[in-house]
């Protein structure tokens, strides 16, 4: 089975079809904060992760690991506060909230 997977760069559109990606602003948000632990040299690479049920953007502290953190968007949450998520490299929720900058912006990144 053959999929193609596009990276929507202009998705403000009021007609949506089945895109599972994070959105432009979501996205934005992710990458100042790589970009900012990237420049205090706590994070060295990330990779992407999508599927028809959620999409992870992965940090590593280095390419040859696993991945240290998932921050993911669930596109169908069993409540509202899973829709964003913070997990480790086993898959446990360090955080979650229903807004991701709210999420990003609560978390001491030097803690966990």
């Known amino acids: 089975m053959n999929r193609e997977l596009k990276l929507v760069v202009n998705n403000s559109s009021k007609v949506r079809e089945n895109k599972f990606f994070f959105e432009k602003k979501e996205l934005k948000t992710i990458l100042n904060l790589y970009a900012k ?5 706590t994070w060295k690479d990330y990779g992407l ?11 590593f502290k280095n390419s ?18 899973l829709r964003y998520l913070i997990t480790d490299n ?5 955080k979650n909230s229903y807004n991701l900058e709210v999420l990003l912006s609560n978390i001491d990144w030097k803690k966990i």
Do not use: L
Request: no cysteine; glycine share 2%; charged share 25%.
């Open 90 to 94: 086993r898959n446990r929720i360090i």
């Open 37 to 41: 632990m990237v420049s205090r040299g």
């Open 49 to 59: 992760h999508i599927s028809s049920k959620k999409v992870s953007f992965s940090v």
């Open 64 to 81: 040859a690991e696993n991945a240290v953190y998932n921050i993911s968007k669930n596109f169908k949450p069993s409540n509202k506060n």
